[in-house]
């Protein structure tokens, strides 16, 4: 892939500063603002129901392209070694599910079994990448950052908040899939998700401000 100018490489880092930023801040001011939102039991992507979902949905898109910015900002940080290659396909990919998150919207909570539409039903497979891929994407990008002497600080972050995500996930999967238990989460789907998505934002947010001052210091 044909090398970034500094600006670009910039304009990438941002991207990866102002994209997880964004997003949260948009999907917990509307989740404040939505008249009858419960955040703590109600998924993120119910945002993008209703008359005001396009708000959320907006919200996917924009932060779907800002990631895909980014990456190709960290495949041109990382052109060779650890990380340089399964990282920026996992970032790649969840750029795009996250893109596709918006176009193609979750069913009304409720949808009895196969009652799904094809949106919804794509809406939950890109949602299972999604946080699939978040925390497998903190420890492969955890192991360049253990061997790079530059990127020595980013460790902790990675090694901590991919725990967090990994919990978090770990959780979302007890209290969905499994009915004996999920009867005693529904009341805290909403926590729940933002335990497992929160801390990978911030993890996202991190990376992008490292690499913005790797930048400026060359």
Not at 144 to 156: A, S, T
Request: with cysteine.
């Amino acid at each position: 892939m044909r090398s970034l100018s500094t600006s670009q490489r910039k304009l990438s880092a941002w991207a990866g500063i102002i994209g997880p930023a964004l997003f949260a801040l948009v999907f917990t001011i509307e989740g404040f603002l939505r008249p009858g939102y419960n955040m703590l039991s109600t998924f993120i992507s119910a945002l993008s129901l209703g008359s005001r979902g396009w708000i959320q949905i907006a919200n996917f898109i924009v932060f779907g392209i800002l990631l895909l910015w980014f990456t190709i900002g960290v495949a041109t940080e990382f052109k060779s070694g650890k990380a340089s290659r399964w990282g920026v396909i996992l970032l790649t990919v969840l750029g795009f599910c996250y893109l596709l998150s918006g176009f193609f919207g979750m069913d009304a909570t409720g949808t009895p079994f196969g009652g799904n539409t094809v949106h919804g039903i794509l809406h939950g497979i890109f949602g299972g990448i999604v946080f699939v891929g978040m925390p497998v994407s903190c420890f492969v990008f955890l192991r360049r950052f253990r061997e790079d002497p530059k990127w020595k600080g980013m460790i902790l972050w990675a090694l901590v908040l991919g725990i967090i995500v990994s919990l978090g996930v770990l959780m979302m999967i007890v209290s969905i899939k499994l009915p004996t238990t999920a009867v005693y989460f529904a009341n805290w789907n909403g926590l729940i998700q933002r335990i497992a998505l929160v801390p990978w934002m911030i993890w996202l947010f991190v990376f992008a401000v490292g690499m913005l001052k790797r930048i400026m210091q060359k």
